[in-house]
């Protein structure tokens, strides 16, 4: 008789699992219990469910050629035994069994095992709101709830949504819904969008293009409670500062790691999830946990992190599924890659932000780079923003945040492969990035982004952040904003500030001498690199290095006021 | 009075290193010559504007706000004196002078240097083959080749071309010709399309794709002559196998190193160009070398390479000027990363292919994945084929190639970072690539090659590429192919062959007695996911594994004959 696997959740992680051991050890006998009615699907899909991209929720459930991956499937083609509508209620880790009980009829069984997996995965939070559970609110994390919100849609008489969290996952709910017809507002306690991915200065381009295309965005705001009309269907949304009339919310707060079973059964949890080590093995060696319910090793802090992705899930249930057949495998962990599209807009990151870096102690030396994503000479080029993070003493890349209407994913996979490898910024200069016009500039815009940090650690670039200029513009510093664009680019668009001067880039070695030189100056043009330039031609006038520098990103970058024609 | 700095060569690393030094070292007195009347353009972009999406080829020499980058540019905002269609004669390295020669009045003058810079690009290559010179028959190197080009398209009677060589630059012309109204050929003396970047088993789904499109494709033919009409045009062009009427002719046999100066003056000069060290330094100290002219080093394979790219040139060109700013700063070198796009068909690389790597007698595992770049179930995803290369010692990443009309851009820039970093498939199956539906399927096509070899390096699958079943099926060997698939997709699209056996996956289980044990057994589905997954059932089932096997890439990546519907 083979090995008895019992695997506990049915979605991502778990029947990746199964279906890898029983791959490697054909003599293992291998149940996978689920307490929904569906497994083996692919959740992430369904925001674009709700968008109508996919037309029937079903697809989610089916192979590439259309094969439902259901109970029968699993059976004739993976060899596993699948109990869907079973809940796991406890873990018996003395004698090694899983009581489950039949959702339908309550009926108990006991299933034994020599190897265990939980895949429990996660839970939406659902915080204690009054009004809370007025008809009309709902999560967006099974199947049934896609089902119930698209039904939602259809049926909604005001066609005024309000989504609650401004996470990935609530703003991938925001194209859906205008596409059907909503009136969309997003609430975001904290003071800026994906708040856990972004930096302010480059979460404020993405509000902005969400304004720009009718999406009221809240943040900063937190909801106090949900009004419901007389049928105790949600009718008004009140927050801490105003009060939004909606009979459609979605609640996306964020979700948690489901780890009672593993609580109660006496394994060790920590806030980020069950803890497991990198075998994906939990504190009883018997058992493995991964997936949604698990804490990930983040491999840029060391640290655990909670990191509920699709990907992550798929990798872990490899590896566990090798170690199940008695391999010797192991996750590496996540740098906390992230990527999504709102409304034409793509936002991507990998590693860390300039805060989390700088709330985890280290010192920190960062580039902003807005740039066309191929030559500007190509009509398809689109902007994208690039902010890279790296230690200032090493060199060592932290993180990067690339948005805007570009491509983002290939560098945000360069940089996420180059973190896995510990690389410097020396390093991510010379990757032998793909180049054609089609495609890219011919130095890539990481590349850029790069080499700013190395010119700013070898002391011939130095900068103030947009927050920074900010800051001091309103403590009413003395300095100067020297503007090196063309005449024609400053009429189309400028900074509202009193103490800018204009000396095209072009002049400035001739006219150099206008300027004081006992004053700071801050250089700028459009995206900073004449910027940089005209900081190096005062230098090389003698003018104080410590007095003169550039504004990071120049005005595009600028995410604050501006006049634009 | 500042260091003398000279660089000849002003198109792209040459002007690079010139305002580079500058920022750095603004006593230094630089000065650039170029033999041509343009400096510093986009070379790149020419393909893109024989095709109109550059309406003006002057686009190709503006900065991104449309400032030209001229001699004036270069005075005024650099600091930098350029001299244009003046040419470097000889080097005089006992008393550090380069004698040039103005060409319009034969003017010559001496310029004593400190340090000198070679950046003379490269020469197309034009053989002595009989017709050569006809007019019509152009290469596309400078922006006036382009103009040539683009005047011949409009001035052409017959609207029939000929492209000779089917490599990166010769394919970028395909698509402006036919979008011009031609009938293309593309002419390659080698087996196969873009030979330096692609295996044969790849290069025939590009070479497929462009008879779809109808350009007609002459692989393994080499031109013999270039017939003219009684006016000197070129009316024809005569291959070993067959004769094309065509009246514009481009020649892209590719280019080759300007070594000329530097071979004169004595510097050391290998086969793919000028010798330079980390630091782009050549054999003499006081002068580097870089771009086109130089030879690269390839970091996978440890030896000389030449790599004409922009991106490469441009990374020259800063280290370059670091170096002459007395810093030390060097270049890693390059993996031979390319990629394009075709009409609608993208084709990119990075490192080794398997044809490389053996011939550099290594040992070498690979896998060939055909997929959706989404996930199946989104509307916009689009097929990819990936067939990536390791060392089946150490697991070693050498090489990826990635087509397809899908997305491949950050597939290989993934690639090339690990292969910067001398990534294992282990390392490639953990890194954290971005995932969101819009963008990629939860496992990243990469990943999944990558986790193909992992099973091929563990003994846990075995297969056969396209290229050694069809040699099989020549030989007339006793096997049977095990198409593990639906039947409607049978229907859909099968292979024309005797020796197979239809079982679908989901029956195999139970009716795998009908197959027998003694004689060897391939199986394939759609990707040969489910032709693995059958290897595994039948090897689980008491199978001889030595005689089971699956067909790697499935039907969709058999690139020889297939019944479809």
């Given at each position: 008789?083979?090995?008895?696997?019992?695997?506990?959740?049915?979605?991502?992680?778990?029947?990746?699992?199964?279906?890898?051991?029983?791959?490697?050890?054909?003599?293992?006998?291998?149940?996978?219990?689920?307490?929904?009615?569906?497994?083996?699907?692919?959740?992430?899909?369904?925001?674009?469910?709700?968008?109508?991209?996919?037309?029937?929720?079903?697809?989610?459930t089916?192979?590439?050629?259309?094969?439902?991956?259901?109970?029968?499937?699993?059976?004739?083609?993976?060899?596993?035994?699948?109990?869907?509508?079973?809940?796991?209620?406890?873990?018996?880790?003395?004698?090694?069994?899983?009581?489950?009980?039949?959702?339908?009829?309550?009926?108990?069984?006991?299933?034994?095992?020599?190897?265990?997996?939980i895949?429990?995965?996660?839970?939406?939070?659902?915080?204690?709101?009054?009004?809370?559970?007025?008809?009309?609110?709902?999560?967006l994390?099974?199947?049934?709830?896609?089902?119930?919100?698209?039904?939602?849609?259809?049926?909604?008489?005001?066609?005024?949504?309000?989504?609650?969290?401004?996470?990935?996952?609530?703003l991938?709910?925001?194209?859906?819904?205008?596409k059907?017809?909503?009136?969309?507002?997003?609430?975001?306690?904290?003071?800026?969008?994906?708040?856990?991915?972004?930096d302010?200065?480059?979460?404020?381009?993405?509000?902005?293009?969400?304004?720009?295309?009718?999406?009221?965005?809240?943040?900063?705001?937190?909801?106090?409670?949900?009004?419901?009309?007389?049928n105790?269907?949600?009718?008004?949304?009140?927050?801490?500062?105003?009060s939004?009339?909606?009979?459609?919310?979605?609640?996306?707060?964020?979700?948690?790691?489901?780890?009672?079973?593993a609580?109660?059964?006496?394994?060790?949890?920590?806030?980020?999830?069950?803890?497991?080590?990198?075998?994906?093995?939990?504190?009883?060696?018997?058992?493995?946990?991964?997936?949604?319910c698990?804490?990930?090793?983040?491999?840029?802090?060391g640290?655990?992190?909670?990191?509920?992705?699709?990907?992550?899930?798929?990798?872990?249930?490899?590896?566990?599924?090798?170690?199940?057949?008695?391999?010797d495998?192991?996750?590496?962990?996540?740098c906390?890659?992230?990527i999504?599209?709102?409304?034409?807009?793509?936002v991507?990151?990998?590693?860390?932000?300039?805060?989390?870096?700088?709330?985890?102690?280290?010192?920190?030396?960062s580039?902003?780079?807005?740039?066309?994503?191929r030559?500007?000479?190509?009509?398809g080029?689109?902007?994208?923003?690039?902010?890279?993070?790296?230690?200032?003493?090493?060199?060592?890349?932290?993180?990067?945040?690339?948005?805007?209407?570009g491509?983002?994913?290939?560098?945000?996979?360069t940089?996420?492969?180059?973190?896995?490898?510990?690389?410097?910024?020396?390093?991510?200069?010379d990757?032998?990035?793909?180049?054609?016009?089609?495609?890219?500039?011919?130095?890539d815009?990481?590349?850029?982004?790069?080499?700013?940090?190395?010119n700013?650690?070898?002391?011939?670039?130095?900068?103030?952040?947009?927050?920074?200029?900010?800051?001091?513009?309103?403590?009413?510093?003395?300095?100067?904003?020297?503007?090196?664009?063309?005449?024609?680019e400053?009429?189309?668009?400028s900074?509202?500030?009193?103490?800018?001067?204009?000396?095209?880039l072009?002049?400035?070695?001739?006219?150099?001498?206008?300027?004081?030189?006992d004053?700071?100056?801050?250089?700028?043009?459009k995206?900073?690199?004449?910027?940089?330039?005209?900081?190096?031609?005062?230098?090389?006038?003698?003018?104080?290095?410590?007095?003169?520098?550039?504004?990071?990103?120049?005005?595009?970058?600028?995410?604050?006021?501006?006049?634009?024609?």
């Amino acid at each position: 008789m083979g090995k008895r696997i019992v695997v506990i959740g049915g979605v991502a992680c778990g029947p990746k699992a199964a279906a890898r051991v029983k791959r490697l050890d054909p003599e293992a006998e291998v149940t996978v219990i689920e307490k929904g009615d569906e497994i083996s699907y692919g959740a992430c899909g369904l925001p674009f469910y709700l968008e109508g991209e996919i037309s029937d929720v079903g697809e989610l459930t089916t192979t590439p050629v259309g094969v439902p991956r259901d109970v029968n499937f699993f059976r004739a083609v993976k060899g596993v035994e699948v109990k869907t509508g079973t809940e796991a209620v406890s873990i018996d880790r003395q004698k090694r069994i899983v009581k489950a009980r039949r959702l339908v009829d309550g009926m108990e069984e006991s299933l034994p095992y020599d190897k265990l997996v939980i895949a429990t995965g996660s839970t939406p939070v659902r915080p204690p709101i009054p009004g809370i559970d007025a008809a009309g609110i709902h999560c967006l994390k099974t199947l049934e709830d896609g089902r119930a919100i698209r039904g939602a849609m259809e049926g909604s008489s005001t066609k005024k949504a309000v989504i609650v969290g401004g996470g990935l996952i609530g703003l991938e709910c925001v194209e859906p819904l205008v596409k059907g017809g909503f009136e969309v507002h997003v609430v975001e306690k904290l003071p800026w969008l994906l708040p856990a991915l972004l930096d302010e200065e480059m979460a404020i381009h993405l509000e902005k293009h969400l304004l720009s295309k009718g999406v009221m965005v809240h943040c900063g705001d937190g909801v106090a409670s949900f009004d419901a009309d007389g049928n105790g269907r949600v009718a008004r949304v009140v927050t801490e500062k105003t009060s939004i009339e909606a009979d459609l919310v979605i609640l996306a707060i964020g979700v948690r790691p489901e780890i009672k079973l593993a609580q109660e059964a006496g394994l060790e949890v920590g806030k980020a999830g069950i803890v497991v080590d990198k075998h994906l093995r939990t504190s009883d060696p018997d058992i493995y946990a991964g997936g949604d319910c698990v804490a990930s090793y983040n491999m840029v802090t060391g640290q655990p992190v909670y990191a509920p992705m699709g990907s992550v899930a798929n990798k872990h249930g490899r590896v566990i599924g090798n170690n199940l057949a008695g391999w010797d495998s192991t996750f590496s962990g996540v740098c906390g890659t992230g990527i999504c599209r709102i409304m034409g807009f793509n936002v991507a990151r990998t590693g860390l932000t300039q805060r989390d870096a700088e709330s985890q102690g280290l010192s920190v030396v960062s580039a902003l780079n807005p740039g066309p994503d191929r030559p500007h000479y190509m009509e398809g080029s689109k902007l994208i923003h690039v902010k890279l993070v790296a230690e200032s003493y090493s060199g060592r890349v932290l993180g990067v945040q690339i948005l805007g209407p570009g491509e983002v994913m290939s560098r945000v996979d360069t940089v996420a492969t180059l973190i896995k490898a510990g690389g410097t910024v020396d390093d991510l200069a010379d990757v032998d990035m793909a180049y054609a016009p089609p495609f890219s500039p011919a130095v890539d815009n990481v590349i850029v982004a790069a080499n700013i940090i190395q010119n700013k650690m070898d002391r011939v670039a130095r900068s103030y952040s947009p927050a920074q200029v900010k800051k001091k513009l309103e403590a009413g510093e003395d300095f100067i904003l020297l503007d090196v664009r063309t005449p024609k680019e400053v009429e189309a668009m400028s900074l509202p500030y009193e103490n800018i001067v204009y000396i095209p880039l072009g002049k400035l070695r001739e006219r150099a001498d206008e300027l004081p030189r006992d004053r700071e100056i801050i250089c700028l043009c459009k995206i900073s690199l004449r910027g940089y330039e005209a900081e190096r031609i005062l230098v090389g006038k003698g003018f104080d290095p410590q007095l003169t520098s550039f504004l990071d990103g120049g005005i595009v970058a600028w995410p604050y006021e501006k006049n634009v024609k």
